[in-house]
């Protein structure tokens, strides 16, 4: 069988220059990457389905190879993108296929823009407020708000802090930090804006009024926040099924890129 080839396109909408890749025929697919990912996290997932699909998988606005603009970024502004861009390329209706951070977007755009979603399916997906969750994002914002030389101090006095026990929670901060500092958007979305501003878009009070077909897919061995994430969509959402994979954790697009695929074709199939 031959393989289908990927296209890499660009277009300028009104907050600055989309990329995204694109292959296959047939039914068109959106698929919306995750928080420290961009959009070729599925790659391996639009090659297997892009027989039967039309794949189209944008590096949201402020990350991979799409423009970087200096714009107060919101989950809003990233759903009104997501509009213009389908608008650009004509496309009426679709189904989007969102992982974490791009599930939250997916979904809050079934919400504003129903008319133009015909099915969702959220991978681990992000944007329901959950026990802990300020004290997590408070977390969060020390660690990209402390000056680095105090990390640099910290890798310097290793050894005292393993003799204090304190030496894996400041390999993990310092872990959580890199990551955090690699990723600048996804950082501002979800952790430097002021909490009552994320507060507001968060959708636990709004996945009711959501009137598709919904499929939510969540890695067994993924962190309990995670899970209750996945277990409060499913709960809340009308016509939601909630698969939860056995022996996985996190990253299922990059992880098991066919069982995803499978599920995707199996949702769509069904739908139709």
């Avoid at 393989?3 to 890499?8: E, Q």
């Avoid at 907050?15 to 420290?36: A, D, K, S």
């Avoid at 009308?238 to 069982?259: E, F, G």
Wanted: charged fraction near 25%.
């Amino acid at each position: 069988m031959d393989t289908m080839l990927f296209r890499n396109s660009r277009r300028k909408l009104s907050q600055g220059l989309l990329f995204w890749r694109e292959v296959g025929n047939g039914i068109p697919i959106i698929l919306l990457h995750g928080n420290w990912c961009d959009s070729s996290e599925w790659v391996s997932t639009m090659e297997l389905i892009s027989r039967n699909f039309h794949c189209f998988a944008p590096d949201l606005l402020g990350f991979g190879e799409s423009e970087y603009p200096n714009i107060h970024y919101s989950i809003d502004l990233q759903v009104d993108c997501l509009f213009e861009f389908l608008q650009a390329l004509k496309l009426d209706k679709v189904y989007l296929v969102g992982h974490s951070l791009g599930g939250w977007i997916g979904t809050s755009f079934a919400l504003k823009y129903p008319e133009k979603v015909q099915g969702l399916i959220l991978l681990s997906p992000e944007g329901v407020e959950i026990e802990g969750l300020q004290k997590h994002w408070q977390k969060m914002q020390r660690l990209t708000k402390s000056p680095s030389v105090l990390f640099k101090l910290l890798k310097t006095f290793r050894f005292l802090a393993k003799m204090l026990k304190l030496d894996a929670k400041i390999e993990e901060d310092l872990r959580q930090r890199k990551i955090l500092l690699q990723n600048p958007t996804a950082t501002q979305l979800l952790y430097q804006r002021q909490f009552p501003e994320i507060q507001a878009e968060l959708l636990q009070d709004k996945l009711d009024l959501i009137q598709i077909p919904v499929l939510i897919l969540q890695g067994e061995k993924d962190g309990e926040n995670a899970l209750a994430r996945s277990k409060m969509y499913a709960r809340l959402t009308p016509q939601a099924q909630l698969k939860i994979i056995p022996h996985l954790a996190d990253n299922l697009p990059q992880k098991s890129a066919s069982l995803v695929a499978e599920e995707i074709r199996d949702f769509i199939k069904g739908k139709n």
